[in-house]
């Protein structure tokens, strides 16, 4: 697969313990990227955060907050990025969380699958 320089980024903001059916939400984010040919996606774990409810999220160990804050970063052509849009707003719906999500331009400089030697 190729990717075009000009590209976008999506990002999705949610809780580590958001559960779409009872897959981890952002697990079902990624699966459902790769089902739909998206070129990559990342999830990357938080340990401080807050939102809309102004509620902090906090991995310290005397906290009782447990719900860390996740972000999946998706990247590819920004016609592919809308499209999947829909379907992450279906996702985040369905789980009855709460939710960011923003785009930006990303300007892919590098995007190659690593050789297999044999």
Known sequence: MELKRDSKLLRIFIGELDKSHSTPLYEALVLAAK???I???TVLRGIL???ASSQIHSAK???LSFDLPVVVEIV???EKIEQF???ANKLIEEAGCGALITIEKAEVIHYISKKVKM
Do not use: R, T
């Open 35 to 37: 089902k739909n040919g």
């Open 85 to 87: 849009l829909e379907i």
């Open 76 to 78: 590819d052509q920004e």
């Open 49 to 51: 955060s807050y939102g």
């Open 39 to 41: 070129a990559g996606a």
């Open 61 to 63: 160990l005397l906290d």
